[in-house]
């Protein structure tokens, strides 16, 4: 019974860890691509405009975007890695369902 209770923990505590890091490492992304599209922005705003820069700000923003889903998909595997299948469609389904409140939300407030 003891061992249980403790594996659940460990178990839980891993997942914690996991979905922290992806929010922690999604913001930093976020925030560093919203600096970047301010960037383009003020760039493609400019009377004398620099391709040149331009182009580079977007090979940065594709990046960036790149890496957003590369850590997306590491940490997906990682929550499969620790999960059952029975877990993880219960999971799954969970974030479909914040989604579906996300969205229902936004919608709402458009309104």
Avoid at 14 to 43: D, S, V
Avoid at 57 to 68: F, S
Avoid at 72 to 92: D, G, H, M, N, S
């Amino acid at each position: 019974m003891i061992l249980e209770y403790i594996r659940a923990r460990q178990f839980f505590l891993k997942l914690f860890l996991i979905l922290c890091c992806l929010k922690e490492q999604t913001m930093a992304l976020f925030t560093e691509m919203r600096r970047k599209m301010g960037l383009l922005r003020e760039e493609l705003e400019k009377s004398e405009l620099n391709t040149q820069k331009v182009y580079q700000i977007n090979n940065e923003l594709k990046q960036l975007q790149a890496q957003m889903l590369d850590n997306r998909l590491e940490r997906i595997l990682e929550v499969r890695k620790i999960l059952t299948p029975a877990q993880f469609k219960k999971f799954e389904d969970e974030m479909n369902a914040r989604w579906e409140h996300f969205k229902n939300k936004r919608e709402r407030n458009k309104e």
